[in-house]
């Protein structure tokens, strides 16, 4: 089975930094992507940024120029800078892997309470 170990999350004032971190234990699947989602009181979860096996990423608008995601090898980070009350969320670890028939699943993690106060 799959597994996601997340840590990082917790409480800072409005323009200040937090480094998420993400381990996953894959067994014999292979990664596809990994990434990291929020998702806020009342709101659907969104995605925040995301990194394919090949190193491209990708970053919700709203992110953009503040958050940057990296991955080594089944690790993922998101560093979160200049961050406003409006990322408040619980975030989630995603990671998206292929059996060797090259069929897709995906795997969440546990979350991690992100607070942001003004």
């Known amino acids: 089975q799959v597994q996601l170990v997340e840590s990082g999350g917790g409480l800072v004032q409005a323009g200040g930094s937090l480094r998420l971190s993400c381990a996953a234990s894959i067994g014999a699947f292979s990664i596809n992507t990994m990434g990291w989602y929020r998702q806020a009181p009342g709101k659907q979860r969104e995605m925040v940024a995301v990194v394919t096996r090949a190193g491209s990423t990708n970053y919700a608008n709203s992110v953009k120029g503040r958050f940057t995601i990296s991955r080594d090898s089944a690790k993922v980070s998101l560093q979160m800078n200049s961050l406003k009350p409006e990322d408040t969320a619980v975030y989630f670890c995603?990671?998206?892997?292929?059996?060797?028939?090259?069929?897709?699943?995906?795997?969440w993690g546990q979350g991690t309470q992100v607070t942001v106060s003004s």
């Open positions: 995603a990671v998206k892997v292929r059996d060797y028939a090259f069929r897709e699943y995906s795997y």
